[in-house]
């Protein structure tokens, strides 16, 4: 469902009066819904720090995701945006969006669905497009996640980034998204640092991330039992592993499936059983890689060195990039209760025969 906002455009903007957020809260009866791990901000001074991490939005073109009862949203227009699109999923909170959408004629633009499936790539203007090499484009995704949402959107953007497609075919376009201030912390942790994680690397190695600041949980209604972190993205000109993002992905988890053992133990899982510790070596070699390093203590040009050698070794063995370490693992518990199935069996067939 797609409502546009009324034709036309004002010369200077200014927001006309409105009701304050609490009374729009009140106005349509919205109630922060835990299943949906939902909490407002209503503090409009915090919004507009969040707003002014983005940088210079004057004219900008802007995706806000989960704007709710539009806290952030008044902040982004205040800020002079040329186009807003809001992506929301509740439709608890369209009529009050509909409000904000009427006090800035035809700026806003609001879609009623879900950020997971929502098509980005026909999001913004085909002229705004620049190539990747270029400045970022005059392009901005902003938004205050619900925890539920926020670690697997980032993981399928980084995968667009990647591959330069969803929000990224228009360039490298810049996010500013809010976390559980954890997850904030591991997005930016350094090497030897025990915040260091798969989100650590996986964001790293495609853009810059930058934490800009910390809101704390009561500042947000209602009051979460964390802190929140605001992140800044811009993605890199070239990424720091120059291999397709699935294979990547699948390294850096194994290497992680195991963290507070030698990255040795967790390499292994990439492997078959037969054959196991032979490849494993192979490829610690290969990657120049010390096997008794801690997963959180590998830095960005050894996992990089881990991902390039598993990779000159799926290219010699095309099946080995399909193996399925956990699928081993439930066959082999599987074959194993089928024999002890047929030992019992046995057993209870020879007693009978006594």
């Given amino acids: 469902l797609c409502l546009m906002a009324a034709p036309g455009k004002v010369a200077a903007f200014r927001l006309p009066p409105l009701p304050t957020l609490g009374e729009i809260i009140k106005l349509f009866r919205l109630k922060a819904l835990k299943q949906l791990s939902q909490n407002f901000l209503l503090d409009l001074r915090l919004t507009d720090k969040i707003v002014k991490q983005a940088g210079e939005l004057k004219n900008a ?127 930016t942790a350094n090497p030897g640092s025990k915040q260091r994680s798969r989100l650590s690397i996986m964001a790293q190695h495609l853009c810059t991330v930058e934490n800009c600041f910390v809101i704390p949980g009561q500042a947000f209604v209602p009051k979460p039992e964390v802190d929140v972190a605001v992140v800044h993205f811009t993605p890199l000109v070239q990424p720091k592993i ?64 881990l991902c390039n050698a598993y990779r000159k070794m799926c290219d010699e063995d095309p099946s080995l990039f399909m193996f399925n370490y956990r699928e081993e693992l439930r066959q082999n518990k599987m074959t194993r209760s089928l024999l002890e199935s047929t030992g019992q069996t046995e057993q209870t067939e020879e007693e009978n025969q006594l």
């Fill in 61 to 187: 073109h802007v995706c806000e995701v989960g704007p709710g009862p539009g806290g952030i949203t008044r902040s982004i227009l205040s800020a002079g945006v040329e186009q807003l699109l809001l992506i929301e999923k509740d439709a608890r909170f369209i009529p009050g969006l509909q409000m904000l959408s009427e006090a800035a004629p035809g700026k806003v633009h609001i879609v009623h669905g879900d950020i997971l499936t929502y098509k980005m790539e026909k999001a913004f203007p085909k002229y705004l497009k620049k190539n990747w090499e270029d400045e970022p484009p005059n392009i901005h995704i902003i938004g205050n996640l619900p925890f539920s949402v926020s670690t697997p959107l980032i993981i399928k953007w980084l995968g667009n980034v990647s591959k330069r497609d969803g929000p990224f075919v228009y360039g490298r376009t810049q996010m500013t998204l809010t976390f559980q201030k954890e997850v904030g912390e591991r997005l």
């Fill in 242 to 305: 120059q291999q397709p993002f699935e294979l990547v992905e699948k390294v850096v988890q194994s290497v992680f499936q195991f963290r507070r053992k030698y990255c040795f133990r967790g390499i292994e899982t990439l492997f078959p059983e037969n054959g196991r510790l032979k490849r494993t070596e192979q490829l610690m070699m290969t990657a120049n890689v010390d096997p008794t390093l801690r997963p959180f203590q590998l830095s960005m040009s050894q996992f990089r060195n």
